[in-house]
């Protein structure tokens, strides 16, 4: 909500800067969430009045407007608007003038027409939003006055107010706040009414959703414009003004909270009665759509029909217009949850049904009405009666609460003097009725959300300051446990992969039958659904099925990946493991530099694997029913699990599909995050390259064992570049390595790199009966 700095001065004193407002209230829990500076302190720009007005030769759209601004000389003015007549008052920006948008007024021509200045929207006084028309002054302005004088300089604090504190929901009940926090006292406070009260006229026939409700007769009021400074307080705070007594109304429950309505009371037909609406009852409200109503929808009604629907929104046939002469004045208590019901029932929410969902204080419900006789009667000339019509009850206040100051200081954690807390609550509006260690508070009651002990220790740790409280380290320094390694370890694989270009993907533990019956999987006993009748014992079923989805969506690329526990039969023992599956095209999108688009392959999931950096890693050929090509995955000579691509008709997808598993938990036996800082060499590297050919069953990894063991201590890396199988002879095929050379004290000399790189070359002839080629 929207508050006026200014009008909150009227009820208490406030620090001068509004940084400092606002630091007060967000330390005690009341968050301001932007500070506003408003008012049109702008040089140049008056009061002005249009005295005639003629369409522009040359526009459709435009107007020529003569206007009067008390200097002795009318100027001419080119206006787009629409929404003014000849009389109305207007600000007029003359030439000179800098508008707050960064708009300098000149004069100029327009379509041929000479233009001596600008009339102002709203917006562009940064006066509010509102740039759909002119920003039509009150009737009573003075022409040739300056603009500021009718909007003086103000702040606007946009304060978040949580759903327990409806009290705040006014500038009164803000300023009676910060009057607490502060310690000041408050300036003024809302008269009790002395009206004399009368029990007829009003009838509640749903005691339980309206508790309370009261309507005032006004005579021959005159409805019109607001004054000046009527409009400027509601417009500050975001309220459109629409005439003075609707104005008074919203007037009202912005500065007491209480929401207000005027019905035209030449249009009710006999008594008023507060009751349920009828299943399907039509009603037309103001904003002029016609709303079906529910049986648990609250209305107030005439003899006839519905007028209002309680709490939320008035009626459009027995609204106040220009030709209202008698008003009826309601102001009542709804129950919170059944306005609450109503406005998401009907999707109606209004600044009346915000307030009343959130809980209205019941004493101020008279309060309220009166404050919004005597302004009627002052705007408008009404004449009010002398009674005021009243149906229910008020309901009682809150129960007392009782507060140890023992227990006050064991929660908060430091010891506040009794006399300080007492203090704090009183300020708050709290009254103690009992003296000792344990005391009794009783409730305002407009604060219904204080219940319990708890609550009242909150309000003195608020006003008290948290930051006050001195803080404690209660917590012991405690070592990494395998768990907590685990779960590092877990999060840095996923963020490896997802680095590769894989999505993680969560699937159910719980499969179909299909998939259960293939798979021999242990069964529930009491499956809710055919879809989960199994543990499931892999994790490449529920991937297959993604890819099955998205397949039928339409993607053209799944790269997805799962961490997740498996239950492996005939006891359903728990595995983690790390399920993998590579389908479709390389890339997401297409690029104009690929001539065509690669597919992934055994080599992008066979990478994605090795990014994950296990410890002694390695891959051989095996063997799996449903993989072409089967291989196994070992970690320190430990088998953990296989890859390969999925033979034809298991997946039902174009193309070849690549899938991965192994147990996680094997995987992670040995596996760190420890990451070793390495400088930037200083030195430079020697490369050297040798091309052998091999028979085909001697291994990549057998090669580079037989390269890089024994250690060679200058060798620094070994790159595999090329590899072919023609022209070599039959079941033979020719590899080529790059050795990297390298001293991290000095630069190597031709003879040290050429006498290691022999004993490599020896090593390879010897080992596995190379021949290498020169």
Known sequence: MKFSANWLREFVDLPENPEEIAELLTRAGIETKNIEARGAN????????????????NADRLTVCEVDDASGTKHQIVCGATNYKVGDKIPLALPGAKLPNGTEIRKSKLRGVESEGMLCSPIELGLGDDASGLLILSGDAKIGTPISDLFPADTILDVEITPNRGDLLSHFGL????????????????????????????????????????????????????????????????????????????????????????????????????????????FLALDGKTYSLKPDNLVVADQERAVGIGGVIGGEETGVTNSTKDILLEAAYFLPASIRRTARNLNLPSDASYRFERGVDPEMVLRASQRATELIQEIAGGTPAKEINLAGKLPPNPADVSLSYDKCDRVVGTSIKPKAIDEILTGFGLIKTSAAKTTKWKIPSYRRDLQ???????????????????????????????????????????????????????????????????SSAIQLRNPLTEDHVALRPNLISGLLAVLDRNVRAGAERVAIFEIGRIFLPPRANEHKHLGILLWGNATSAPHWRLQQNYRLDFFDLKGAIESLALPGISFRRGDHADLSVATEIFSNERAIGFLGQLREGKVDAPGAAFVAEFDLDLALRGAHLQKTFREIEKFPSVTRDIAMIVPNEISHEKILRTIEEPREPLLERVDLFDLFTTNVGAARKSLAYRLTYRDRSRTLTNEEVNAAHAKIRERLRRNLGAELRE
């Open 42 to 57: 702008i040089d140049k720009v008056i009061v002005s009045q249009i005295t005639a007005s003629s369409r522009h030769p």
């Open 175 to 282: 300023a009676r706040e910060i009057a607490a926090l502060t310690g000041k006292k408050l300036k003024s406070i809302p008269r009790d009414p002395k009206t004399a009260i009368k029990k007829t006229g009003v009838t509640i026939t749903a005691t339980s959703e309206c508790p309370f409700f009261s309507a005032r007769k006004i005579d021959n009021v005159k409805v019109g414009p607001s004054p000046q400074w009527l409009r400027a307080k509601i417009e500050s705070v975001g309220i459109r003004s629409i005439n003075n007594i609707v104005d008074v109304s919203n007037f009202v429950m912005l500065e007491l909270g209480q929401p207000t309505h005027a019905f035209d009371a030449d249009k009710l037909k006999g008594d008023i009665n507060v009751r349920l609406a009828r299943d399907g009852e039509k």
């Open 452 to 518: 319990r002990d708890v609550d009242l220790i909150e309000e003195v740790v608020r006003a008290y300051g948290a930051e006050k409280i001195p803080g404690t380290n209660r917590s012991r320094f405690t070592p990494s446990s395998a768990a907590d390694d685990s779960h590092d370890l877990e999060s840095a694989f996923r963020e490896r992969l997802s680095a590769q270009g894989l999505w993680e993907v969560r699937t159910s533990k719980l499969i179909p039958r299909s998939a259960a019956a293939a």
